[in-house]
């Protein structure tokens, strides 16, 4: 599930398929065009694959000298600040046994993204349910989903993405959603072997989920496509800084936290974004 706090390594939640969803025109810097490449193993479509954007951003850093400025592969374990209102940030190498070491700021700029700590979906019983659990944040290709009964809980992007690439391999995907109809059954447009649930009522030890209407059918892998927490266990502010379910606050426009600003700033927090409606 990807939630254990001990865990070695946090990969990325990238899937093999993913492409970007904006046009890469939209995405580069404005000094530095994401243009396409058709040379060697490059990707050269509108709406690229995330390895492309990966090649970009290297790209970018050797243009204009940014790498010799990055310490790779190194775990900032806590942030604090001192009485001298200077920041210390503890931090290691993730390669080798490297000693653990002490630095001090004058300003902090938190920008560790938001796909890395799982958030799973509550479901009544599932303890004891005997099948398999996985979050997106580890799901790569469909193969594994060969012939299984699977249920997705979602009905954001990486769901719409991975319930109709894992159909393909699938014999049943059932998709749980707050957002769907209480209807008994509707099979998605298009497909023959997926249905749209409103939500797990619990799942069951005989291994069967529970639905609305007495509904129940016997599944092999639950898969989270719930989305992500805040979650900095490394900066300590003395209760300042809170984290309240998506809420990362207080925050003068989701960037200063007022009674810190200008030493220490958010990069990055807010993940949606509404379009102001057409007159």
């Known amino acids: ?14 899937y093999a398929s993913l492409r970007t969803n904006l046009p890469r025109e939209a995405m580069g810097f404005r000094e530095y065009p994401f243009a ?43 942030v604090w600040r001192r009485e001298s209102g200077k920041w210390e940030v503890r931090s290691r190498k993730r390669s080798g046994e490297e000693e653990v070491v002490n630095e001090a700021f004058d300003a902090v700029v938190v920008c560790n993204g938001h796909y890395t700590e799982p958030r799973i979906a509550h479901i009544p019983g599932v303890d004891r349910w005997p099948g398999k659990q996985i979050h997106s944040h580890n799901y790569r290709v469909p193969e594994p989903f060969q012939n299984k009964i699977v249920v997705l809980i979602g ?51 005989d291994g069967t989920i529970s639905f609305p209407h ?11 496509c719930t989305g992500y927490k805040y979650h900095f266990p490394f900066l300590d502010t003395q ?13 003068y426009k989701h960037v200063f936290p007022p009674s810190l600003a200008p030493w220490l700033s958010f990069v990055g927090l807010p993940w949606k974004i509404a379009p102001f409606p057409q007159c």
């Open 155 to 205: 009905s954001s992007a990486s769901a719409v993405d991975i319930s109709r690439e894992i159909a393909s391999v699938a014999n049943e995907v059932h998709i749980a959603s707050w957002s769907n109809s209480n209807e008994e059954s509707a099979t998605l447009p298009g497909y023959d072997n997926v249905w749209l649930r409103p939500m797990i009522e619990r799942a069951n030890e």
């Open 36 to 78: 396409a490449k058709k040379t060697g193993q490059r990707d050269p479509r509108r709406f690229p694959g995330h390895w492309e954007v990966l090649e970009y951003l290297k790209d970018y850093a050797s243009e204009f000298g940014i790498t010799e400025l990055v310490r790779f592969e190194t775990e900032v374990s806590r």
């Open 239 to 251: 209760g300042i800084v809170t984290v309240d379910d998506s809420r990362v606050g207080p925050l």
């Open 1 to 14: 599930m990807g939630v254990d706090p001990t865990r070695p390594v946090v990969h990325s939640s990238l």
């Open 214 to 224: 007495g509904f129940k059918i016997s599944a092999d892998i639950i898969l989270h």
